[in-house]
C-alpha cells in the first residue's frame, strides 16, 4: 500500500490492529504494525526486517513513457546515490519523494514523476556524482534533504521509523512524533 485506506480505520475497534507493508513507486517497503486508538488515531513503528510485496493494484504505478534524458539544471550531489543500495536509504529516498519512480543504469540512477514530468538523473563525474534535474519537483533536492534528515540521525534503521494515520493525514515519522517527518499521498 502507498497508504492506508481510510476505510480500514472505520472497520476497527479501538485497540484493534492493521499490520501492512507501506511502499511506493520506488518499490521500497516496509512492515507496519498500527494500533488504533479511542480518539480514531492509529499509529505504531516499523519491523527493521527487509520486507517486499507487489503493490496493491490501485496503488501500482501508472504506465511511462521512455525515459529520454533531460539535462535541465545540473548541480554536484550532496548525496551519492550509491546510498540508495541501502535497505532504509531506499525507504527514506521514496519518503522524500513519494510520486517518483527509480530505475538504475550502469552511471547512476533515474527520478522520474509521472504526474509532472519531472526528472532528476545522476552520472558520475571524477570527484563524486553530478545531478540534472527537470521539471516542476526537484526530485533529487528531494531524494537529498529527506536522506540527509536521516543521516542526521545517525541513519537508523526501520525500526527507528513510526507512523500516525487519522482519515486525513498519513506521516512517516522518525525517532517520534515529533521529529523529521514525511507525508504521504492520500
Do not use: C
Amino acid at each position: 500500500m502507498r497508504s492506508i485506506p481510510p476505510s480500514w480505520l472505520w472497520q476497527l475497534k479501538d485497540g484493534g490492529s492493521i499490520t501492512t507493508t507501506i511502499s511506493g513507486w520506488m518499490l521500497a517497503s516496509g512492515l507496519i504494525r498500527l494500533a488504533l486508538d479511542d480518539e480514531g488515531v492509529a499509529s505504531g513503528r516499523f519491523a527493521g526486517d527487509p520486507v517486499t510485496y507487489m503493490l496493491a493494484r490501485p496503488h501500482e504505478r501508472p504506465p511511462r513513457p521512455t525515459f529520454y534524458q533531460h539535462p535541465g539544471t545540473t548541480r554536484s550531489a550532496r548525496v551519492s546515490p550509491d546510498l540508495l543500495e541501502d535497505w532504509t536509504a531506499h525507504f527514506v529516498a521514496q519518503l522524500g519523494a513519494p510520486s517518483a519512480e527509480l530505475t538504475r543504469s550502469e552511471d547512476g540512477v533515474a527520478l522520474v514523476d509521472a504526474a509532472t514530468g519531472s526528472q532528476a538523473w545522476t552520472e558520475p563525474d571524477g570527484n563524486g556524482w553530478t545531478v540534472h534535474q527537470d521539471g516542476p519537483l526537484r526530485l533529487w533536492d528531494q531524494v537529498e534533504d529527506a536522506l540527509m534528515a536521516w543521516q542526521a540521525e545517525d541513519a537508523p534503521d526501520q525500526t527507528a521509523f513510526g507512523m500516525t494515520v487519522t482519515e486525513w493525514d498519513q506521516v512517516v515519522w522518525l525517532g517520534d512524533a515529533d521529529g523529521p517527518r514525511w507525508r504521504l499521498p492520500t
